[in-house]
């Protein structure tokens, strides 16, 4: 039962890509309330990335609604869906996506910028949180000095710098060695503990077992978790 709390809610999303192929997502519904961590799971081309890029805002479902933090993100236009997404959902991608041009500080400001936030105040937060990163030193560096570890934990000081309602990690540790990896997993738990709703697609089941308190799995685009497709049609 979803309720006013929820951070995300999808009711009977479906989005498909050419019209003589199945569905990329089929009929899904999801919520996901505040504080909870969820990973989503599948095999690839079970819809995924789909999923993500529409709680994200990325890309717009052909039928059904797409609700994060409150709002009908589905029915907005560009630029403010533009805003809407720079302010309330921070993104951590499994390459970085950081900017090799630009210092490290210079990218944790950017989504900052993009959401129109007072420059003083994002430069504050922004040292604060690569201080919490262990970055302290590195504030001027640019991302090809860093160790692949370093460049994650930059990514999530950028998609922290708005205090987002909603974070989603896309294989955050999948360009990172063990080490590395466990290293990440555990700033995410640290970051949900303080009270951070989270969406994370993973392949690995150790990261979603230890770091996750619900699993969606998806099968050709449907949910196969009872729980969370109670809305899906059969």
């Known amino acids: 039962m979803s309720n006013q709390d929820d951070v995300i ?9 050419q019209a003589d192929e199945p569905a990329a997502l089929d009929g899904v519904s999801l919520t996901v309330a505040a504080g909870e961590v969820v990973a989503v799971m599948g095999p690839s081309g079970s819809g995924k990335s789909t999923l993500l890029n529409l709680i994200a805002g990325l890309d717009r479902p052909d039928a059904g609604t797409v609700a994060v933090a409150g709002q009908r993100i589905d029915t907005l236009r560009e630029t403010a869906l533009a805003r809407f997404r720079a302010r309330h959902v921070g993104i951590i991608f499994q390459f970085f996506n950081l900017l090799d041009d630009l210092t490290v500080v210079d990218n944790v400001l950017l989504p900052a910028q993009l959401a129109g936030a007072s420059r003083r105040q994002a430069r504050a937060r922004a040292a604060d949180l690569l201080d919490r990163m262990g970055l302290g030193r590195h504030y001027q560096a640019y991302p090809a000095r860093l160790s692949g570890g370093q460049r994650q934990r930059v990514a999530i000081a950028r998609a922290l710098v708005n205090s987002p309602a909603l974070l989603l990690a896309d294989e955050p540790t999948g360009a990172l060695d063990t080490a590395s990896g466990q290293e ?33 799995r998806l099968v050709d685009g449907r949910a196969a978790d009872g729980r969370v497709a109670a809305g899906v049609s059969s």
């Open 9 to 17: 809610r999808l009711d009977a999303v479906t989005r498909t890509y």
């Open 184 to 216: 990440i997993g555990r700033l995410l738990r640290e970051l949900n503990e303080g009270g951070q709703t989270l969406v994370l697609v993973t392949h690995d089941p150790a990261l979603a077992a230890q770091y996750a308190a619900r699993v969606v």
